[in-house]
């Protein structure tokens, strides 16, 4: 392998770890807005895919694999549509009188 090939691999690998380190932390950030707005928010992993649900978003269904990560934009999006939302009031105390 030739050393702008070697160059080429590592940069490739810095970009796709860097790839992983985004979707993780954006889970993250769309599981925290959907608990404050009180929506809901799903992440599973079914055959080796992550899968993401996030009701009322435009792209409501994402999955990512560790070669396609290509649902990243919508899911930039749904946690920028998550963040937009209001706070999920806290429900007013009933008197039992």
């Given at each position: 392998?030739?050393?702008?090939?070697?160059?080429?691999?590592?940069?490739?690998?810095?970009?796709?770890?860097?790839?992983?380190?985004?979707?993780?932390?954006?889970?993250?950030?769309?599981?925290?807005?959907?608990?404050?707005?009180?929506?809901?928010?799903?992440?599973?992993?079914?055959?080796?895919?992550?899968?993401?649900?996030?009701?009322?978003?435009?792209?409501?269904?994402?999955?990512?694999?560790?070669?396609?990560?290509?649902?990243?934009?919508?899911?930039?999006?749904?946690?920028?549509?998550?963040?937009?939302?209001?706070?999920?009031?806290?429900?007013p105390e009933?008197?039992?009188?």
């Amino acid at each position: 392998m030739t050393e702008q090939a070697q160059k080429n691999k590592d940069q490739l690998g810095r970009i796709q770890t860097a790839q992983d380190e985004l979707v993780d932390n954006l889970i993250v950030q769309a599981l925290h807005a959907a608990k404050t707005a009180g929506l809901s928010a799903n992440v599973w992993m079914d055959g080796g895919e992550l899968r993401i649900t996030i009701r009322g978003a435009r792209q409501q269904y994402m999955i990512f694999t560790d070669e396609d990560k290509s649902d990243i934009g919508a899911l930039v999006d749904a946690v920028e549509w998550l963040l937009s939302q209001p706070p999920k009031e806290d429900e007013p105390e009933k008197d039992d009188d």
